[in-house]
T-cell receptor, first 114, second 112 residues
Framework: DAGVIQSPRHEVTEMGQEVTLRCKPI?????LFWYRQTMMRGLELLIY????????DSGMPEDRFSAKMPNASFSTLKIQPSEPRDSAVYFC????????????FGSGTRLTVV | RKEVEQDPGPFNVPEGATVAFNCTYS??????FFWYRQDCRKEPKLLMS???SGNEDGRFTAQLNRASQYISLLIRDSKLSDSATYLC?????????????FGTGTLLAVQP
């Protein structure tokens, strides 16, 4: 099992540019989560999907953020336009719907907006 | 008030010491609880679930006090490799039962 795969691992971009983060969940996991981690706020849930359908996007900070899950094996988180305060580590995680335990996280994307 | 609160530390302890971390949560309807471990510049990984009766996994013991809305993690005979950030996690409640809510973490540094 390859685990949750995120790309890119690191992204440095200029303010105002569009940024797209990618995630491939573990095969068979039907829930997918996007988290953002900063020193000040810790891990914050941005949005999660069940069976490719967005269930709760209340954590998405602004309209500049959008997420899609076109199929069970792929999700994207897009920031357009990016701002320096978006700099953080973005984690994707997945789990099975029937699991009683926690999630499996990907390695994260470290985003720096300059 | 944050939904999950932890002492950020750092906790600096010598090898072999016993160390305890505490965590409080705000919603009494919460049903599931976990401890995650996060190494520097890595993703969080599940350390153990926390059960109502308390549970042990080797050198690690987790306890839950529902009346006080309090969770603890005890590490005995600490090793250098235990150095990490320990995240207290509460599973969502009501219509948000699929969400995990994370504390900001407690940093542990085990010294030789």
């Amino acid at each position: 099992d390859a685990g949750v795969i995120q790309s890119p691992r690191h992204e440095v971009t200029e303010m105002g540019q569009e940024v797209t983060l990618r995630c491939k969940p573990i095969s068979g996991h039907n829930s997918l989560f996007w988290y953002r981690q900063t020193m000040m706020r810790g891990l914050e849930l941005l949005i999660y999907f069940n069976n490719n359908v967005p269930i709760d996007d209340s954590g998405m900070p602004e309209d500049r953020f959008s997420a899609k899950m076109p199929n069970a094996s792929f999700s994207t988180l897009k920031i357009q336009p990016s701002e320096p305060r978006d700099s953080a580590v973005y984690f994707c995680a997945s789990r099975t719907g029937t699991g009683l335990g926690g999630y499996t996280f990907g390695s994260g994307t470290r985003l720096t907006v300059v | 008030r944050k939904e999950v609160e932890q002492d950020p530390g750092p906790f600096n302890v010598p090898e072999g010491a016993t160390v305890a971390f505490n965590c409080t949560y705000s919603n009494s309807a919460s049903q599931s609880f976990f401890w995650y471990r996060q190494d520097c510049r890595k993703e969080p990984k599940l350390l153990m679930s926390v059960y109502s009766s308390g549970n042990e996994d080797g050198r690690f013991t987790a306890q839950l006090n529902r009346a006080s809305q309090y969770i603890s993690l005890l590490i005995r005979d600490s090793k250098l490799s235990d150095s990490a950030t320990y995240l207290c996690v509460v599973k969502g409640y009501g219509g948000a039962t699929n969400k995990l809510i994370f504390g900001t973490g407690t940093l542990l540094a085990v010294q030789p």
